[in-house]
């Protein structure tokens, strides 16, 4: 039966490639970063993010006993920091496209962009503890305090949307109090290298920046935001010599990867033991900064030539943020342990199974967050509002 696992690398093509429309010679699709078609990708990523996580339960090399590794998402299994560099991108080239665009773009944006992010994060945190609390997990006053202000992570899949609001934060000071438009643009780009470069210096721990996944990926935020800056001359040269760069990126991601790998045998994360372990890290770091990098070049040029867009991948771009966050409560469930530190109820064994489950019971949880979010954030009641001010 684990066999059947094999049918998601049809089954997810399929699902990407359904209604899409490929542009021949000389063509290309202009609208390839259009809000539908970014947000159609993105709901696609989710799902290879939820089949990452998966993997990372069923056939991930560090697992242990040995006997517990089923082969089947083999490939979704490291890819889960190249997938979430490209939501990092467009996180990037959103925000500096909405600030040239829309008038006054500044003005109310920390309850636009930054306050449903920071809802997301407690709302799944504190649907996570509950899940905690009934599974008899043991919790003093200290861990409790640490998991419900997120300082532990309750919610093991949130690093995300706590790192993205920073992001945005200091995006926003910066077009808010420089005037130069290149100065705001280096000011976002240096904090977040030395965010990234200066995490290199902490160790492995229980709280936030715990591990390199917290960092080796988010140079793609200030990468979008230069890419929406220099939009009209990048993709003008990327069409004059398109099949060249086509090659080189889409064939190249495997090699990058296999080369970051090697890179971190000698300069790996873990090298901590060693006095000039920061050196070792920021090695490794730059290794993974080409993977990520090369990726998601090589999914923009895709892009550039395949529009993508279906009922299924819409309806996903409007709780890709919510699924992300809360697929994960259903693979914990599955899972032998929950979060690793209790016995999960409904273990699975069959990675077919745990694939389906996850996707049928993570989808409408999705919907009903949303639709708590929205209710919270009274963002409903002002759809509706604008609805019938059109309307009149």
């Known amino acids: 039966m684990n066999k059947l696992v094999y049918s998601v690398y049809i089954i997810m093509p399929l699902i990407l490639l359904w209604h899409s429309k490929f542009y021949g010679k000389g063509k290309f699709n202009d609208e390839f970063l259009s809000l539908e078609q970014t947000k159609a990708?993105?709901?696609?990523?989710?799902?290879?993010?939820?089949?990452?996580?998966?993997?990372?339960k069923t056939c991930a090399s560090w697992l242990t006993p040995k006997t517990r590794i089923i082969h089947g998402l083999d490939?979704?299994?490291?890819?889960?920091?190249?997938y979430v560099a490209v939501f990092l991108f467009f996180n990037g080239y959103g925000v500096y496209k909405s600030f040239h665009s829309k008038d006054n773009y500044l003005k109310g944006f920390i309850k636009r962009r930054i306050l449903p992010v920071v809802l997301?994060?407690?709302?799944?945190?504190?649907?996570?503890?509950?899940a905690r609390l009934i599974l008899g997990e043991k919790m003093d006053g200290k861990l409790v305090f640490?998991?419900?202000?997120?300082?532990?992570?309750?919610?093991?899949?949130?690093?995300?949307?706590?790192?993205?609001?920073?992001?945005?934060?200091?995006?926003?000071?910066?077009?808010?109090?420089?005037?130069?438009?290149?100065?705001?643009?280096?000011?976002?780009?240096?904090?977040v290298l030395l965010y990234m470069f200066g995490s290199c210096y902490l160790l492995h721990n229980d709280f936030w920046i715990r591990?390199?996944?917290?960092?080796?990926?988010?140079?793609?935020?200030?990468?979008?935001?230069?890419?929406?800056?220099?939009e009209k001359q990048i993709i003008a040269h990327l069409k004059k010599f398109y099949y060249i760069y086509l090659a080189i990126f889409v064939l190249g991601v495997y090699p990058a990867y296999r080369f970051s790998k090697?890179?971190?045998?000698?300069?790996?994360?873990?090298?901590?033991?060693?006095?000039?372990?920061?050196?070792h890290k920021m090695i490794g770091l730059s290794s993974e900064m080409l993977v990520t990098f090369v990726f998601t070049?090589?999914?923009?040029?895709?892009?550039?030539?395949?529009?993508?867009?279906?009922?299924?991948?819409?309806?996903?771009?409007?709780?890709?943020?919510?699924?992300?966050?809360?697929?994960?409560?259903?693979?914990?469930?599955?899972?032998?342990?929950?979060?690793?530190v209790v016995k999960s109820p409904f273990p699975i064994r069959n990675v077919f199974l745990y694939v389906v489950l996850v996707f049928i019971l993570g989808i409408p949880s999705a919907v009903l967050l949303k639709k708590l979010h929205n209710l919270i954030l009274g963002l409903g009641k002002s759809n509706k509002d604008s609805k019938n001010k059109k309307i009149a």
């Not at 990708?41 to 990372?56: D, E, N, R, T, Y």
């Not at 490939?75 to 190249?82: A, D, I, K």
């Open 211 to 230: 591990g390199e996944w917290w960092y080796n990926c988010v140079h793609l935020f200030p990468i979008g935001i230069i890419f929406a800056k220099f």
């Open 297 to 340: 070049v090589a999914v923009l040029l895709i892009g550039m030539k395949l529009k993508i867009g279906n009922k299924f991948l819409a309806f996903m771009g409007t709780i890709t943020l919510e699924f992300y966050l809360i697929h994960g409560i259903f693979v914990e469930m599955f899972d032998h342990q929950f979060c690793g």
């Open 262 to 279: 090697f890179v971190l045998m000698f300069h790996g994360y873990y090298m901590e033991f060693l006095p000039d372990y920061p050196y």
């Open 41 to 56: 990708l993105q709901g696609f990523l989710a799902l290879c993010i939820m089949l990452h996580h998966i993997g990372q």
């Open 120 to 130: 997301a994060l407690y709302t799944t945190t504190i649907i996570f503890f509950i």
């Open 146 to 191: 640490f998991y419900l202000t997120s300082i532990k992570l309750c919610n093991p899949n949130t690093w995300y949307v706590i790192v993205l609001p920073f992001f945005y934060l200091v995006f926003y000071l910066a077009f808010k109090f420089i005037k130069k438009d290149g100065l705001a643009v280096a000011a976002v780009t240096a904090f």
């Open 75 to 82: 490939l979704f299994e490291p890819m889960g920091f190249m």
